[in-house]
């Protein structure tokens, strides 16, 4: 079986660097992008497995990346897992509205975070 490959989308490096060391650990095969623009272009480009998204980004916003991503035919089916320090649930509802499949608030537990990625990776 190939490894699945993720869309790690977030503008803190440390973050993605810790994020990307934990994912490839797991087998995972890992791209990023830093801003909303480039999430969107690579998701399109690069046709992932998954989606791990931060909502407080520049150039476009988690929101407007999920909008974008469940619009396009190429991308509509990528489980899209939001990763976010954001607790209101106004962004939960948001997020969960546009077309996000799972929410997960920052800090999160490593076991929890490759935990969902697994399920929505089988479709559950």
């Known amino acids: ?3 699945a490959k993720i869309l790690l989308v977030d503008d803190e ?6 994020l ?3 994912l490839k650990a797991q ?15 690579m998701a399109m480009r690069e046709k992932p497995d998954l989606i791990l998204l931060d909502l407080g980004l520049p150039a476009g916003n ?5 909008q974008r991503i469940r619009e396009n035919t190429v991308t509509m089916h990528v489980p899209i897992i939001i990763l ?6 106004d962004d939960r509802l948001q997020a969960l509205t546009n077309g996000a499949d799972r929410y997960i ?5 490593a076991e929890e975070l ?11």
């Open 1 to 3: 079986m190939s490894k």
């Open 13 to 18: 490096p440390e973050i993605v660097r810790m």
């Open 20 to 22: 990307t060391m934990r």
């Open 27 to 41: 087998d995972y095969d890992v791209i990023s992008a830093m801003d909303g623009m480039q999430a969107t272009s």
């Open 62 to 66: 988690g929101h407007i990346v999920t």
């Open 84 to 89: 976010s320090a954001r607790t209101a649930d």
């Open 105 to 109: 608030v920052k800090p999160y537990k």
């Open 114 to 124: 490759i935990a969902t990625i697994e399920s929505c990776l089988q479709g559950a």
